[in-house]
Nanobody
Framework: QVQLVESGGGLVQPGGSLRLSCAAS????????MSWYRQAPGKERELVAA????????NYADSVKGRFTISRDNAKNTVYLQMNSLKPEDTAVYYC?????????WGQGTQVTVSS
């Protein structure tokens, strides 16, 4: 029933920007903390950014702090990841996650490739 659909990935040059979106359905979106993870080939999935259910608190991985911004629009059941000053090491599949307590759901992922 829970569905998370990521979009907005693609190919971008180093220093460029991209905005990812995650559209949620099948649950009460406003009650869930949301986050973005990424997984590069041969690497473990890592947390990129997280936002509380009401949007009051946002946390970022050190590697993206100052470059990425997570936000949410509870009226639209959507969480966003604005990615600026992109680097080749940002290349990965980006996944949307919804969490409430011990419940956790994942989207299918969207590919982000940063290359010149």
């Amino acid at each position: 029933q829970v569905q998370l659909v990521e979009s907005g990935g693609g190919l971008v040059q180093p220093g460029g920007s991209l905005r990812l979106s995650c559209a949620a359905s099948g649950f009460t979106f406003s009650r869930y903390a949301m986050s973005w993870y990424r997984q590069a080939p041969g690497k473990e999935r890592e947390l990129v950014a997280a936002i509380t259910s009401n949007g009051n608190i946002r946390n970022y991985a050190d590697s993206v702090k100052g470059r990425f911004t997570i936000s949410r629009d509870n009226a639209k059941n959507t969480v966003y990841l604005q990615m600026n000053s992109l680097k080749p090491e940002d290349t990965a599949v980006y996944y949307c996650n919804a969490k409430a307590g011990y419940l956790s759901s994942w989207g299918q992922g969207t590919q982000v490739t940063v290359s010149s």
